[in-house]
């Protein structure tokens, strides 16, 4: 009887799923781009290469992204690479219970002075050239239609260590 021949992936890494455009290992070189906030002013405060499991793409280019903050990166010719939506890194509001034990509601109070830190881990990719921060601004109009508009927020050319 023959033996069939099988193609293995032993030692090979399959790469994550999804529609990433850049190769990228599962278990891959990575960025963890610490960032400080006040106000509208973002800054990276520091940038540690680190190996990290990272997930596939979110493809969010061309839809509405599924939270209120993403990133993107980009190559040289600005085309998206590779994006992840993100969790709400920029606290604006705060919860704040009710002292009575018995009375379980809480109201939402804007900040008045919105200072913080937050880290993003990327995919350290060859062909990445540029770091985009878009946060998702809802408005209603006066009839009360609400809107949603894409606004970049921060701006970082990973080749080099300029931000905006």
């Given at each position: 009887?023959?033996?069939?021949?099988?193609?293995?992936?032993?030692?090979?890494?399959?790469?994550?799923?999804?529609?990433?455009?850049?190769?990228?290992?599962?278990?891959?070189?990575?960025?963890?781009?610490?960032?400080?906030?006040?106000?509208d002013?973002?800054n990276?405060?520091?940038?540690?290469?680190?190996?990290?499991?990272?997930?596939?793409?979110?493809?969010?280019?061309?839809?509405?992204?599924?939270?209120?903050?993403?990133?993107?990166?980009?190559?040289?010719?600005?085309?998206?690479?590779?994006?992840?939506?993100?969790?709400d890194?920029?606290?604006?509001?705060v919860?704040?219970?009710?002292?009575?034990?018995?009375?379980?509601?809480?109201?939402?109070?804007?900040?008045?002075?919105?200072k913080?830190?937050?880290?993003?881990?990327i995919?350290?990719?060859?062909?990445?050239?540029?770091?985009?921060?878009?946060?998702?601004?809802?408005?209603?109009?006066?009839?009360?239609?609400?809107?949603?508009?894409?606004?970049?927020?921060?701006?970082?050319?990973?080749?080099?260590?300029?931000?905006?």
């Amino acid at each position: 009887m023959a033996k069939r021949k099988t193609k293995g992936t032993k030692g090979k890494s399959k790469g994550t799923k999804g529609k990433t455009k850049g190769k990228l290992d599962p278990i891959a070189n990575a960025i963890r781009l610490t960032f400080s906030y006040d106000g509208d002013k973002i800054n990276v405060t520091s940038k540690q290469k680190i190996n990290k499991f990272l997930p596939p793409a979110d493809n969010i280019a061309g839809q509405e992204a599924s939270s209120r903050f993403w990133y993107e990166l980009r190559d040289s010719k600005s085309n998206v690479i590779y994006d992840q939506n993100l969790n709400d890194i920029i606290k604006d509001d705060v919860e704040i219970f009710s002292t009575n034990p018995n009375d379980p509601a809480f109201m939402m109070h804007e900040l008045s002075d919105k200072k913080g830190v937050f880290s993003i881990v990327i995919p350290d990719m060859p062909d990445s050239t540029g770091f985009e921060l878009f946060t998702k601004i809802t408005q209603k109009d006066k009839t009360m239609k609400i809107h949603e508009e894409k606004k970049k927020i921060f701006h970082l050319n990973i080749k080099g260590d300029d931000n905006q």
